[in-house]
Structures are given as structure tokens and as C-alpha cells.
């Protein structure tokens, strides 16, 4: 259910596209990487102010299966620099309550950071507060392949019928199983296009952007998005 902020409707669920580090950066004539870099200052804050607005979810779009394609320097800046915010992140989160999921395929990284990812989710499995999830090597349709192959295996090995199959059967196969769908999504930097972020999950989540870069997005910036999501009439393909 969503939860009542004084006279505003705060979504369970929001779900955040953050663009245009990179940009802020040229825009001030700094290297990509400062902007990552204050990307994550920003995520950070962006953690503390959902957990304090009563947000029980936040997904946040960390690194996609595409994003492989930038050049070998930008991606292995991005990897130290992940390395860096894991340690980071688990202080945040232990001094919030906050329980940390990670979404997308970790085959594709180092050892030591699928390590580092398997101690911050451990270690926060028992708090009850905020839950955080990062998606990283993560692409929508990836994840849907991916639920396929499980699929047709359980099927092959005689643990599913085709008559079994059902939306919440399938959604039960995603990355995302147990975490309900976004009711908001927020993508900073203007871009309108959904980048192959949560394609199943978005079906019927209400879409924010905002022009702002993300390491300038802050409490004021979220609490528009939520005010134009409580301007919104959600009907779910329905009449009311």
C-alpha cells in the first residue's frame, strides 16, 4: 500500500534512470569520472532522503549490459570506482536500516567485486528498513532471456507445465522476484526512452523526468516527482 508524507501519497516503489553524469561534468569542464564520482555522492543522499520520505523500495539503473561499450578506460574507472562505493554503501546502509538486493547478471565481473557484492547484500539481509536495489550488468531483455532459460529448463526437467504459466509464475523467474513493480519512475537529464531498464516491471508505472543531471538530483527534485505522481490517476488499463 502506499503510504501517506503529510498530504502527499508516497509510491512504495520508485525506480530511477540516473543520466547525465557525464555531462554535468563537460558542462564544468571536469573529467567523466568526477561526474560518476558525484553521481554516487548523490546516490548516497538520494538512499538517506527515500528512507526518510517512507519509500520501501528504491531501484536505482548502476551500470546496464550496455554500457560495456563505453571505452576501456571509462569501464575500468567505473569498476574502481565500485569497488570504492560497495565499502561506502555498506556503511550507509547499516547506519539506515537499509537492506541492500542487486539485480542483473555478476558473471561478467571481477572475482573480488562479485565478492564484495555477495558481503554487502549478506550483511544487510536482516534490515528492516529501506530496501535499495542496484541494478548492475543489468538489461531488460537480458533478464528476460535469462528467466527463459530457467523456464524452459524447469519445464525440460518436468517442474513446470505450459498450463502452469501465469504473469506472477514468470515474474517469479526475474531478477526481481518478491520485489513489487515500481509505482514511479524517475530519469534525470530530459532523456525520454526507458534504455532497456525493468521492461516487465514498468507495465504500468507512472514515468517522471526531469531536465536536471543526476548528481544535481536532490529531496526537492524527488519531491516533485512524487507531487506529479499524486497528480496522476492510476487506472491499470481500468475505468474509475
Known amino acids: 500500500m502506499d503510504k501517506m508524507n503529510g498530504n502527499m501519497v508516497i509510491p512504495e516503489h520508485v525506480a530511477i534512470i540516473l543520466d547525465g553524469n557525464g555531462r554535468w561534468a563537460k558542462k564544468r569542464g571536469l573529467p567523466r569520472s568526477v561526474g560518476h564520482k558525484e553521481g554516487c555522492v548523490t546516490v548516497e543522499r538520494t538512499v538517506e532522503d527515500a528512507a526518510r520520505l517512507g ?22 574507472a567505473l569498476m574502481q570506482l565500485f569497488r570504492f562505493y560497495m565499502v561506502r554503501l555498506l556503511k550507509v546502509a547499516k547506519a539506515n536500516n537499509v537492506r541492500v538486493k542487486m539485480i542483473g547478471d555478476r558473471g561478467r565481473f571481477d572475482q573480488d567485486i562479485v565478492a564484495g557484492i555477495g558481503k554487502l547484500v549478506e550483511e544487510t539481509k536482516d534490515n528492516t528498513g529501506l530496501t535499495f536495489i542496484i541494478a548492475v550488468n543489468y538489461g531488460g531483455r537480458d533478464e528476460i532471456v535469462r528467466a527463459v532459460r530457467k523456464i524452459m529448463k524447469d519445464s525440460a526437467d518436468g517442474k513446470l507445465l505450459p498450463e ?32 532497456n531498464y525493468l521492461l516487465w516491471q514498468l507495465a504500468y508505472t507512472e514515468l517522471y523526468v526531469t531536465d536536471c543531471y543526476w548528481p544535481d538530483f536532490n529531496m526537492e527534485e524527488m519531491k516533485r516527482a512524487i507531487a506529479a505522481y499524486n497528480s496522476r490517476e492510476r487506472r491499470f488499463g481500468g475505468v474509475k
Not at 531501484?59 to 554500457?67: A, D
Open 164 to 195: 502452469d504459466m501465469t504473469e506472477e509464475v514468470f515474474s517469479s523467474y526475474l531478477d526481481t522476484e518478491e520485489i513489487p513493480d515500481p509505482d514511479l519512475l524517475i530519469r534525470t537529464s530530459g532523456e525520454l526512452r526507458l534504455s
Open 55 to 76: 519509500i520501501k523500495y528504491l531501484t536505482v539503473y548502476g551500470f546496464s549490459t550496455e554500457n560495456w561499450k563505453r571505452t576501456s578506460d571509462e569501464v575500468g
